[in-house]
């Protein structure tokens, strides 16, 4: 009689695959496999360690076999954020969890951050380079007037300016809903964590509250926004000389970031052959429109992407589903 079994567990936007390990009486294991010569397990390695080191909730290495690209890790269940944050009355206190968390990593990870790529000018520019490369060009054959080229050329360096002017510490880079896992007895458990940086202060903070998975209204995100604030301060974090400063350090940061994940989004769909993340990308969009509308400067670039963009995509994304 068999006393263990394998299926998949998940798998992600990489080449990486997930695979859950049952035993009789003991408890679940994952395996990762993550194909060599596509895939490097060594930055997994090297932050898994640090995230240990920091005290949060990560997966442990139990075996590996980097050659190979095998690894054998402990199981933080299969309840994502995702599904849990839309239940009655959970959204709250599974934010906290993810803010306190965050604030940890932020706090305790200064040293580990210093030993991280750094999220600067040359690759916060090659990501928001993937917006018109991939969404504009790629996906919707768009082609932008010259007024509107040069709006975001000039606001992408305003962004690169914004990111760099926030204090600098460890980031996860992929702090969302869908990687994030409900753990009870340490909660969040976080996975995914491969790709951590050196850089901004509000980069998972959005990631986390403007998540392109699940939005909320936006008092709500400025709450939770505000109360991370609030613990980083607590914790000794620099995080603005006022609440209007960091809000708009928030804001900028997200347009980034929103650029860049429409931009992924697109690739995911026809270098990858990936088109479920296409639907994705409306709301994505929808979050650069509303921060773009909070801040005078950049009201030409929200008003592109609204007019322009927005309607394409939508319309795209009609016509594939149909």
């Given amino acids: 009689m068999r006393q263990y079994g394998i299926a998949p567990a998940s798998a992600d936007a990489s080449f990486r695959r997930y695979f859950r390990v049952t035993r009789a009486g003991q408890a679940s294991l994952i395996v990762m496999d993550a194909p060599p010569g596509k895939e490097d397990v060594g930055p997994y390695l090297r932050v898994a360690a640090m995230l240990q080191e920091i005290g949060v909730h990560a997966p442990r290495i139990l075996q590996r076999s980097e050659r ?190 929103h650029l860049k994940v429409g931009g992924i989004f697109a690739r995911l769909c026809h270098r990858d052959g990936k088109p479920g993340y296409l639907a994705d990308i409306p709301r994505t969009l929808q979050y650069a429109v509303d921060s773009c509308a909070r801040h005078a400067d950049f009201g030409e670039l929200g008003d592109t992407i609204a007019t322009r963009v927005l309607p394409a995509v939508i319309a795209r994304l009609e016509g594939h589903t149909r």
């Fill in 68 to 257: 190979e690209g095998f690894l054998l890790l402990t199981d933080l269940g299969t309840t994502m954020y995702l599904p849990e944050l839309t239940k009655p009355g959970q959204a709250d206190p599974l934010y906290a969890d993810a803010l306190a968390a965050l604030v940890q990593i932020q706090a305790r990870g200064a040293q580990h951050a210093a030993e991280l790529p750094p999220y600067d000018e040359k690759l916060l520019r090659f990501e928001m380079s993937l917006f018109p490369d991939w969404l504009l060009q790629r996906h919707l054959s768009l082609e932008l007037s010259a007024r509107e080229a040069q709006v975001l050329q000039e606001a992408m360096t305003a962004l690169v300016a914004n990111a760099l002017e926030q204090p600098q510490g460890f980031v996860h880079r992929d702090y969302h809903s869908r990687n994030l896992m409900v753990c009870p007895a340490a909660n969040p458990g976080i996975i995914d964590f491969q790709d951590a940086v050196r850089g901004g202060l509000t980069y998972d903070l959005v990631s986390l509250l403007r998540d392109s998975y699940i939005a909320w209204p936006q008092e709500r995100v400025v709450k939770w926004a505000l109360e991370f604030r609030r613990l980083a301060l607590a914790a000794g974090l620099s995080a603005g000389r006022d609440e209007a400063q960091f809000l708009r350090w928030f804001d900028l940061m997200g347009v980034q970031r």
